[in-house]
């Protein structure tokens, strides 16, 4: 299987989980969200330790201990993955996934703003466009939902922020999501005693079945995680670009047609809003990119120059 391929394979595999993630979640009722999120976080740390240690690649631990700026970006990107996973466990298991799939739709157009905003970098006519359509979709939802669609928002600020953070440390996945799993660890495990010495841990009192799919939790979170790291070594930005929005479909898919949430005309204008805002942005990343290669194709210097030289 060529590289290619297989990037394809990766990147469809690590959608596709999370695109059905909120059908496992449900799952883990009646544990509250922050239970799931304290589970989520200590098996994590167990699993992903697990497989560097199966990889014999726990050394670079000791490099990162010389490294106090990582290790303050690195507990940067736990807060900020916290606030997401927190915030993404809550929304599904309050019956509100069709908001959370509204948060990674409009992450991409966040990603581009935090650029600008935090990066200062300079936008094209066409990404100016899409984040204007993409304003004037929240503003429609805004009135739609009677509130700003906070849950969304929230989902699509701290999954960028974290995005931001993880590129400029530049971590591989599995030992990037280890550290940050480990930093979180203390106060969830303290959290899981304070719920247990309180009476209102669910672990281990619902059933067999809801005990193991907690443990589970951990594999759950590192694999698509993996997944989509092996599909960005191998796939161009512009080609894992076009996959992403096969996680929030499939969330939107199981929020309407499963748990049959609402969708009146003027959300679904809203949602509409927000597809076009894509199509703008992501039509200009890949004529964009489709330019860059023919650029470079034409300035590559050809045999018979390169033997002139």
């Not at 094209?124 to 359509?133: F, I, K, N, S, T």
């Not at 599995?174 to 005693?193: H, I, K, M, Q, R």
Request: one cysteine or more.
């Amino acid at each position: 299987m060529t590289p290619l391929r297989l990037g394809y394979l990766y990147g469809f595999g690590a959608y596709l989980l999370w695109g059905f993630f909120p059908l496992y979640l449900k799952l883990l009722r009646p544990a509250g969200p922050l239970e799931i999120l304290a589970h989520r976080i200590v098996w994590s740390v167990a699993f992903v330790a697990l497989l560097l240690a199966a990889l014999r690649n726990i050394a670079f631990l000791r490099a990162l201990a010389r490294r106090p700026r990582v290790l303050a970006g690195i507990t940067v990107a736990a807060a900020l993955i916290a606030v997401n996973w927190g915030t993404y466990i809550y929304g599904v298991n309050s019956d509100r996934v069709v908001e959370t799939a509204l948060g990674y739709f409009i992450n991409p157009l966040v990603v581009v703003l935090l650029g600008v905003t935090v990066l200062r970098e300079r936008l094209r006519r066409a990404q100016w466009v899409a984040l204007g359509v993409g304003g004037l979709a929240v503003a429609v939802l805004t009135v739609d939902y009677g509130h700003v669609p906070y849950l969304a928002l929230t989902l699509a600020l701290s999954f960028g922020g974290y995005s931001l953070v993880k590129k400029r440390l530049g971590l591989p996945a599995a030992e990037g999501l280890f550290v940050e799993s480990a930093v979180l660890a203390l106060p969830a495990l303290g959290y899981l005693g304070w719920l247990a010495s309180s009476g209102g841990v669910q672990f281990g009192h619902v059933s067999a079945t809801h005990t193991t799919l907690l443990v589970l939790a951990g594999a759950a979170t590192a694999v698509p995680l993996l997944l989509f790291a092996g599909a960005a070594n191998r796939l161009p930005l512009t080609n894992l670009g076009m996959i992403q929005y096969l996680a929030p479909i499939l969330q939107l898919a199981c929020g309407v047609l499963i748990f049959h949430e609402p969708m009146p005309p003027a959300r679904l204008a809203g949602f509409a809003l927000v597809w076009l805002a894509l199509i703008v942005f992501t039509a200009d990343a890949v004529r964009t990119a489709r330019r860059t290669r023919i650029a470079a194709r034409t300035n590559a210097p050809t045999p018979a120059t390169t033997a002139a030289r």
